[in-house]
């Protein structure tokens, strides 16, 4: 099984809402990402946990919240967004220490109104 | 500042022919440099990767060339098939981290 998985696949919500991303992943990998993507823009990455800690915090602003339960499962809470944080938000994971073959999700489609 | 560049946006071939998709890099400190496929309304599909230290991988039909006095990186794609359309990205990994920097992708289209 080399699938990560992502719910919702589409979500709109309102600058006042919580809400959350969810991303899984059942291959044993040790270090799950997440990438913010804009409209015809590169994946820009936003945390990495590795051994369910968090390793990288690419200056990501604190109305965004990761969260990593289990070794298996990564969440991005969302509360207070802006319109501009309307974007793909992709999930992926790998072997730690290894995150040149990077196994990604199909995204979450955000739209904030 | 945009570290990893792919200048051509998009990119046309013929089916059976090479297609090459070029990536120019701007930083020394990355040690892996990585191509990814994406369809429309999936995540990007990882193809190949090349280690710094080389010059040369080869998959199949993908090959990644490496040349780092010029700080540039090309995809070979032989014989390009109708399948291959897509928006490929590279990639370049920070050395010694878990950090990929994205290049802004190029379309390409495989006609028949």
């Known amino acids: 099984d080399t699938e990560v998985t992502q719910t919702p696949k589409h979500l709109v919500m309102g600058m006042t809402n919580k809400k959350s991303l969810k991303c899984e992943q059942h291959m044993g990998h040790r270090a799950m990402y997440w990438y913010k993507q804009k409209a015809k823009k590169p994946p820009e990455l936003m945390f990495v946990y590795s051994y369910e800690k968090l390793s990288i915090n690419e200056s990501v602003p604190s109305r965004f919240s990761p969260e990593c339960p289990n070794s298996s499962l990564l969440n991005l809470h969302l509360h207070a967004l802006q319109p501009e944080d309307s974007a793909l938000y992709l999930c992926?994971?790998?072997?730690?220490?290894?995150?040149?073959?990077?196994?990604f999700g199909p995204g979450t489609r955000l739209t904030v109104l | 500042d945009q570290q990893v560049k792919q200048n051509s946006p998009s990119l046309s071939v013929q089916e059976g022919r090479i297609s090459i998709l070029n990536c120019d890099y701007t930083?020394?400190?990355?040690?892996?440099f990585l191509w990814y496929k994406k369809y429309p309304a999936e995540g990007p599909t990882f193809l190949i990767s090349i280690s710094s230290i080389k010059d040369k991988n080869e998959d199949g039909r993908f090959t990644v060339f490496l040349n780092k006095s010029a700080k540039h990186l090309s995809l070979h794609i032989v014989p390009s098939q109708p399948g291959d359309s897509a928006v490929y990205f590279c990639a370049a990994r920070v050395f010694n981290t878990d950090k990929l920097i994205f290049g802004t992708g190029t379309r390409l289209q495989v006609f028949p």
């Open positions: 930083n020394s400190m990355f040690d892996y």
């Open positions: 992926a994971s790998s072997q730690a220490g290894s995150p040149d073959t990077q196994y």
